[in-house]
């Protein structure tokens, strides 16, 4: 009798392994034969039946302010030694001069300082920057300053053209002969 208990208990196993076999084979095939139906159903459609844009079909989102903007022409800053006959659209009056610290502070003093010696943050941890106060800058015709600024220095200043409007540039231009010019080194 014991023997015959136990056999059934293996066929009852044989036969639930063989079931779970079975329902495991039926149910891979099912889903590889009907898999193409299954991605027929109304929901796959939706990306099909979705509105569409079509490119330009609507006119474009307008400018954000204080962005530097492309499809103006751009100064033809060649090189350095053309530049140096640009003139400075923007005059030199205290709310220019105002506008180019704001923007001297947020884009320069990093590197430069707050005082235009090459003692910033950055500036002391890699080479210094140039001295903005000294007589190498300040002989500096306007448009050969706004040339750095937009090109980039001779060694590792980057280029500011892309972050810096135009106007902006002349602004810190005004801003540099004014507040680091000889006249505010010597008291004057």
């Not at 889903?31 to 990306?47: G, N, Q």
């Not at 884009?107 to 080479?127: E, I, N, R, S």
Request: aromatic share 10%; glycine share 6%.
């Amino acid at each position: 009798m014991l023997m015959r208990s136990r056999l059934l208990k293996r066929n009852k196993a044989v036969i639930s392994y063989q079931l779970s076999v079975i329902s495991i084979l039926l149910f891979t095939v099912h889903c590889s034969l009907f898999t193409d139906y299954s991605y027929a159903l109304p929901w796959s459609w939706d990306m099909f039946t979705q509105p569409s844009h079509k490119a330009q079909e609507k006119p474009p989102l307008k400018r954000p302010e204080n962005t530097v903007q492309f499809n103006k022409t751009p100064l033809n800053l060649t090189d350095r030694a053309s530049s140096a006959g640009i003139k400075n659209p923007v005059e030199a009056t205290e709310a220019s001069i105002q506008r180019g610290r704001l923007k001297y502070n947020t884009y320069c003093a990093t590197c430069h300082g707050d005082m235009g010696k090459g003692d910033g943050l950055v500036g002391q941890k890699y080479v210094p920057p140039t001295d903005l106060s000294g007589e190498y800058v300040q002989s500096k015709p306007a448009g050969d300053i706004f040339y750095t600024i937009t090109k980039g220095g001779l060694a590792i200043m980057p280029s500011y053209r892309d972050s810096i409007l135009e106007e902006d540039r002349w602004h810190i231009v005004n801003y540099i002969k004014d507040a680091f010019g000889p006249k505010k080194a010597s008291g004057k």
